[in-house]
């Protein structure tokens, strides 16, 4: 059964400070695919990134980035220079391809709090 | 604006009332979902939908159902039998192929009496 771990349920920076968010997951799956979502106090998740298994570049946008690696099946994501704005729940995600639906499977969430 | 709605925002129900969560979707997504978040927890998938007239459990469906009639409505149904409804309820669509990210609504809190 696949499963999700944000082993991280909250983190308090200061404005500026980097953070990483952890990620491990688990699928019996040859093709699958993870994602970030990240949900404001508003509560609408807002789509961050999806990867799929067979690329494990990592990926830079603006201050976030975001390291795949299979070979410890973790999904980590970085925001560099944080910000109040980042202040939210942020939530991984993985989807199975043998289901042949495109369900996602949520881990628990990390509350980030960005003190100013 | 293509996106997805979901109405009301803020519901209140009595015990044993069914209560019916509207979601309309216009980003001609073919699949739609429905998720219940609990505080503290991630989203748990109650039903989800591909196409149009039919329609799947997930994995905590006992106490809900659904419809799919239009492209663009997935309407959910919290019946009485569901134990616990108190909860925060999202609908999302997406593309059918695997791998697509799901959109979402703003989802509708709801609090039974």
């Known amino acids: 059964a696949q499963k999700v771990t944000q082993a991280q349920t909250e983190i308090s920076v200061v404005e500026k400070e980097d953070v990483t968010l952890d990620c491990v997951y688990e699928?019996?799956?040859?093709?699958?695919?993870l994602f970030w979502y990240k949900q404001p106090p508003s509560g609408e998740l807002v789509f961050l990134i999806r990867?799929?298994?067979?690329?494990?570049q990592n990926e830079i946008s603006g201050r976030y980035s975001w390291n795949f690696q299979k070979s410890t099946s973790s999904f980590n994501f970085t925001i560099t220079a944080s910000q109040v704005v980042d202040s939210a729940v942020y939530f991984c995600?993985?989807?199975?391809?043998?289901?042949?639906?495109?369900?996602?499977?949520f881990g628990t969430g990390t509350r980030l709090t960005v003190i100013p | 604006d293509g996106g997805i709605t979901q109405s009301p925002k803020y519901l209140f129900r009595k015990e044993g009332q069914n209560v019916t969560l509207s979601c309309e979707q216009n980003?001609?997504?073919?699949?739609m979902y429905w998720y219940r978040q609990d505080p503290g927890q991630g989203l748990r998938l109650i039903y989800y939908s591909q196409i149009v007239n039919d329609f799947q459990k997930g994995d905590i469906a006992e106490g809900y159902s659904v419809s799919r009639e239009k492209k663009e409505s997935f309407p959910l149904t919290v019946t009485s039998a569901q134990k616990n409804p108190t909860a925060f309820y999202l609908c999302?669509?997406?593309?059918?192929?695997?791998?697509?990210?799901?959109?979402f609504g703003p989802g509708t809190r709801l609090t039974v009496l």
């Open positions: 990867r799929n298994s067979f690329d494990e």
């Open positions: 995600a993985l989807s199975e391809a043998y289901t042949g639906a495109n369900n996602l499977f």
């Open positions: 980003l001609n997504h073919d699949a």
């Open positions: 699928t019996r799956d040859t093709t699958y695919y």
């Open positions: 999302a669509s997406s593309m059918r192929l695997e791998g697509n990210e799901q959109f």
